[in-house]
């Protein structure tokens, strides 16, 4: 079974910094790319940043300069360093994953999702 488990969320100060990592584990054949997602409250759920394994990354005009995706791909791992943290950066932070696991005796290629970590960048 595929998990996806996020850490480093919580409080934090405008222009503080954070760091969120997720890590994948269970049966994975392989990880095509991983991304963090946020969806504040009201709002749809927005693409933050995505890294592929070839480590091209992309993100969000709406963070650029100020975030930073990295993987581990030794630990199935990904990281999401925040800095200069705005108030309109809080919401609920997903973490997904492009990845193959065997399915029976079937590769399937599928998206999967973390759970979710609250970031709450208030004053």
């Known amino acids: 079974q595929v998990q996806l488990v996020e850490s480093g969320g919580g409080l934090v100060q405008p222009g503080g910094s954070l760091r969120l990592s997720c890590s994948a584990s269970?049966?994975?054949?392989?990880?095509?790319?991983m991304a963090w997602y946020r969806q504040a409250p009201g709002k749809q759920r927005e693409l933050v940043a995505t890294?592929?394994?070839?480590?091209?990354?992309n993100y969000a005009d709406s963070v650029k300069g100020r975030f930073t995706i990295s993987r581990d791909n030794a630990k199935n791992t990904v990281y999401l360093q925040m800095n200069s943290l705005k108030p309109e950066d809080t919401a609920v932070y997903y973490c997904?994953?492009?990845?193959?696991?065997?399915?029976?005796?079937?590769?399937?290629?599928?998206?999967?999702w973390g759970q979710g970590t609250q970031i709450t960048v208030s004053s």
């Open positions: 890294i592929t394994s070839r480590g091209i990354t």
């Open positions: 997904n994953a492009d990845l193959v696991t065997k399915k029976n005796s079937l590769s399937i290629r599928g998206d999967y």
């Open positions: 269970g049966i994975i054949l392989s990880i095509y790319a």
